[in-house]
């Protein structure tokens, strides 16, 4: 069986890469959070801008897409305000929609190609499961068999 062999990587034309495609770190250092824009804000909006904030995502934003998360912000108020449940399921639809565009849901991160990476539980995981390699082969450290006499 014969048969070309494959080009190295460098050289071949579709090597599926995005530009998108990014690593996000939950550990990082502090980060500024923009002051809220109303002037008595509900309690749950404070707690959705200060999650917002300390979420893996936050260090992928630009001062560009502040302004946005204003308005998403505004949106959120709006949501916990309502005095009608037409009101909220509008508003819930527009804040869906804006969650998607900033990358706020699993899914929209998926589909930037965004993934979390949680440095100390990966480092622990890591570290037991070459714990558990060693302690499974003291375990198995039984004489071999073929050297009975």
Do not use: C
Not at 114 to 121: E, G, L, P, Q
């Amino acid at each position: 069986m014969g048969g070309n062999l494959p080009k190295p990587p460098e050289q071949r034309r579709r090597r599926n890469k995005t530009s998108t495609a990014t690593v996000l770190y939950d550990e990082r250092g502090p980060i500024a959070i923009p002051e809220l824009p109303m002037a008595d804000p509900h309690p749950l909006t404070v707690a959705h801008w200060s999650d917002l904030w300390a979420s893996p995502v936050a260090p992928e934003m630009t001062r560009i897409d502040a302004h946005g998360l204003l308005i998403y912000i505004a949106l959120v108020e709006d949501f916990h305000r309502a005095d009608n449940p037409t009101a909220r399921m509008d508003l819930s639809r527009e804040i869906r929609l804006v969650w998607a565009d900033f990358g706020l849901t699993p899914v929209s991160r998926r589909r930037l190609q965004w993934t979390v990476a949680k440095v100390a539980d990966a480092e622990a995981r890591r570290t037991e499961r070459i714990m558990a390699k060693y302690r499974q082969a003291a375990a198995d450290s039984r004489p071999d068999p073929r050297l009975r006499s």
